[in-house]
């Protein structure tokens, strides 16, 4: 059973920053490709950031490229989103998820495991 957990969210005024936490614990965090997802009030769930298992390919969706970098730490089961220069339109709950599959995909069904969420609220 893997659990993962996140924190580090919270209310932060346009143009600040964040730094999301995930804690994995269950499995080999190493071989699994990482991703983080956000879901707004009415949207789909998106993939915001995703990085592959040994942490050389990342993905950045197009509207936090620049602003948001996604890093991890194996020896610590840990996968990081900073998150800088938010906006409102960053308003969410952050999701981190855990793939085992060959490549690094940004579809939410392709991944097997979730964290519970933490909210992102960035006022104007």
């Known amino acids: 059973q893997v659990q993962l957990v996140e924190s580090g969210g919270g209310l932060v005024q346009a143009g600040g920053s964040l730094r999301l936490s995930c804690a994995a614990s269950?499995?080999?965090?190493?071989?699994?490709?990482m991703g983080w997802f956000r879901q707004a009030p009415g949207k789909e769930r998106e993939c915001v950031a995703g990085?592959?298992?040994?942490?050389?390919?990342?993905f950045y969706a197009d509207s936090v490229k620049g602003r948001f970098t996604i890093s991890r730490d194996n020896a610590k089961n840990t996968v990081y989103l900073q998150m800088n220069s938010l906006i409102p339109e960053d308003t969410a709950v952050y999701y981190c998820a855990l793939d085992s599959g060959l490549s690094l995909v940004v579809t939410p069904k392709q991944y097997e495991y979730w964290g519970q969420g933490t909210q992102v609220t960035v006022s104007s």
């Open positions: 269950g499995r080999t965090f190493s071989s699994y490709h």
């Open positions: 990085i592959s298992r040994s942490g050389s390919r990342l």
